[in-house]
C-alpha cells in the first residue's frame, strides 16, 4: 500500500453564491461548526448511561441506547451484534505504606490483575525507576516483594509518549511475576497531577502467574519513589479484590446511510461505545461516537450519498479490542473502500494522514483543501487507523484516512475517574464535526478506486 504526499494545493474550496451541489464539502464542512447531534450524544451516553464496561449491564443498556439514539437520528438498520468475551470487574482496592512513612496512597487495579484475597497483603517494596531496571533484575530477585516502577512519561500532541511508556502497564506485571514478584504497582501511565490513578489492560501470558497488579496516582506514586532516595526500606500493605466473572455478552451497534450505487465498496466509520468503570467515558470515547455520528448524519442529510456510510460503534475495545475483532471476522467479506476511526478525545483535529493508493491523489488533494481552513495541515505519515478498525484493516483491502486529534491533555483524562462530560469544549467538538463531515462529503461521493494499489 502507498502512502500519498501532496503538496497543499490550495487553502480552501470556495463556495459558490447559489450552491448547485448539496455535498459540497465547504458548505457542509461549514454547517457542520454548529453541529449539536455530537454533543447530544456525548451527553446522552454520559448522563442516562455513564460508565460502560465491557461485558456487563452497563454496556449491555448503551448498546440499547445507542440503537434508540440512531434510529431516532435516521439511520437505516441499526441494530447490535453480539458475542461472548471473559470478563474482569473491580472490586476493593486500598494500600498504605507501613513502613517507614506510614500513609495512605490512592490506587486502582490494572484491568486483569489478580487478587490478593479479602484480607490483603503485606510485603517489602522494590523500586525500579523504568521498565528496563525492572527486565534487568536477576531471576527470582523478587520473590515475595511487591515491584514498584516507574517511567517518565510527558505530553505530547500526538500521543507518541504512550506508546514509549505504555509498556510499563502493558508488559510490567508479566515481567515481575517472571522474576518472582507477589504483586506489581505502576505510576500510572498519564500525564496528569491530580491524585486520580489510571486504569488500563495488560493480559498475563501464557505460563505466567497472574499477580495483583496496579497503578498509583501520579502524586502517590512521586512520594513514594521520594521515599526510597531516603535510603530506607519501605513496606506496603495491598488490598485488591477483582474477579473473573468467566463468559459474558458485548456486542457492537451498527447502522448505515445507504447509498445509490451498492456496487462502490462502502465507508467505514468508527468509535467505541464502551468505557472504563472509573469516569463516564466521555472523551474515551462518547465523544467519539459523537462526532463520527453526526458527521454521518450531516451527509445522509444533504442527499443520498453513492456510497454506503457504515456507522460502527464497537464494544469492549478497551480490554482487548473484542468488538473490532468480531466486525472484521463477521464482516470482512463485504466491499469497504476506506476505513476511519474517532478514539482519541475531543480536542481539535490538526493533522490529516492518507493511506490511499496512488490512484487517489486528486481525492487526496480534494480532502487537504477542505480541511485547511479548519487549520488541519497535511501529516507525513502513512495513516493506521484506530484499534477497532485495525483488525479489518489487518486482513487487507481497505484504504485508511487518519484525522488526528490534538493528544495534549488526552493522557491526562484517560482511563481515569476525570474523564467525565465537562472536560469535553463544545467549539473543539465542532471542529472535529466538520473535519469529518468534509472528508466524508467527498469519499462518500467520489468513485475512485480506493483499493490499496490501485492505480
Known amino acids: 500500500m502507498k502512502h500519498i504526499i501532496l503538496p497543499l494545493l490550495a487553502l480552501s474550496i470556495s463556495t459558490p453564491a447559489v450552491a448547485q451541489d448539496t455535498h459540497d464539502p465547504a458548505i457542509l464542512r461549514d454547517k457542520a461548526l454548529n453541529d449539536k447531534v455530537a454533543w447530544d450524544i456525548t451527553e446522552g451516553l454520559t448522563t442516562e448511561i455513564g460508565p460502560r464496561q465491557a461485558g456487563t449491564e452497563a454496556e449491555a443498556r448503551a448498546r440499547t441506547w445507542s440503537v434508540a439514539r440512531l434510529n431516532a437520528l435516521g439511520f437505516s438498520n441499526a441494530r447490535i451484534e453480539e458475542y461472548q468475551m471473559p470478563t474482569w470487574v473491580r472490586g476493593e482496592e486500598t494500600a ?38 525492572l527486565q534487568a533484575a536477576p531471576a527470582g530477585s523478587l520473590n515475595g516483594k511487591i515491584a514498584f516502577v516507574s517511567h517518565a512519561m510527558h505530553r505530547t500532541q500526538d500521543g507518541s509518549s504512550y506508546g514509549a511508556f505504555g509498556p510499563t502497564r502493558w508488559v510490567g506485571p508479566n515481567v515481575a511475576s517472571a522474576k518472582g514478584a507477589a504483586a506489581i504497582v505502576i505510576r500510572s501511565v498519564g500525564t496528569d497531577y491530580h491524585r486520580n490513578p489510571h486504569t488500563g489492560n495488560m493480559r498475563f501470558q501464557d505460563g505466567i502467574k497472574p499477580i495483583p497488579a496496579a497503578a498509583l496516582s501520579i502524586p502517590d506514586a512521586e512520594n513514594m519513589a521520594r521515599m526510597f532516595e531516603r535510603g530506607q526500606k519501605v513496606r506496603m500493605k495491598l488490598k485488591l479484590t477483582p474477579r473473573n466473572i468467566g463468559q459474558q455478552t458485548s456486542g457492537n451497534v451498527i447502522a448505515e446511510v445507504p447509498g445509490s450505487n451498492p456496487d462502490l465498496p462502502m465507508i467505514l466509520v468508527s468509535c467505541h461505545l464502551d468505557s472504563w468503570d472509573l469516569g463516564t467515558g466521555a472523551f474515551d470515547d462518547a465523544a467519539g461516537c459523537g462526532i463520527v455520528t453526526a458527521a454521518a448524519k450531516l451527509v445522509m442529510d444533504a442527499g443520498q450519498p453513492k456510497r454506503t456510510i457504515r456507522v460502527f460503534w464497537a464494544g469492549a475495545e478497551e480490554v482487548g479490542i473484542w468488538g473490532g475483532r468480531d466486525y472484521a471476522a463477521k464482516h470482512k467479506g463485504e466491499k469497504h473502500a476506506i476505513a476511519m476511526e474517532s478514539d482519541f478525545g475531543a480536542d481539535r483535529v490538526w493533522r490529516v494522514e492518507y493511506n490511499l493508493p496512488e490512484g487517489a491523489g486528486d481525492v487526496a488533494g480534494k480532502i487537504t483543501a477542505a480541511l485547511a481552513p479548519l487549520g488541519i495541515g497535511l501529516g507525513r505519515a502513512p495513516a493506521t487507523g484506530g484499534a477497532d478498525i485495525g483488525p479489518l484493516i489487518a486482513a487487507g483491502g481497505v484504504s485508511v484516512i487518519d484525522l488526528q486529534q490534538d493528544g495534549t491533555r488526552y493522557f491526562d483524562l484517560h482511563h481515569t475517574p476525570d474523564d467525565t462530560l465537562d472536560k469535553v469544549d463544545k467549539k473543539q467538538l465542532k471542529q472535529n464535526v466538520a473535519a469529518w463531515t468534509a472528508v466524508l462529503s467527498i469519499i462518500a461521493n467520489s468513485e475512485t478506486d480506493f483499493t490499496p494499489d490501485a492505480q
Not at 490478593?116 to 523504568?130: H, K, L, Q, R, S
Open 96 to 133: 498504605e505504606i507501613v513502613s517507614p512513612y506510614p500513609q495512605k496512597l490512592i490506587l486502582t487495579a490494572l484491568g486483569n490483575s489478580a487478587s490478593t484475597g479479602p484480607d490483603g497483603m503485606e510485603a517489602e517494596v522494590v523500586y525500579f525507576p523504568t521498565l528496563a531496571d
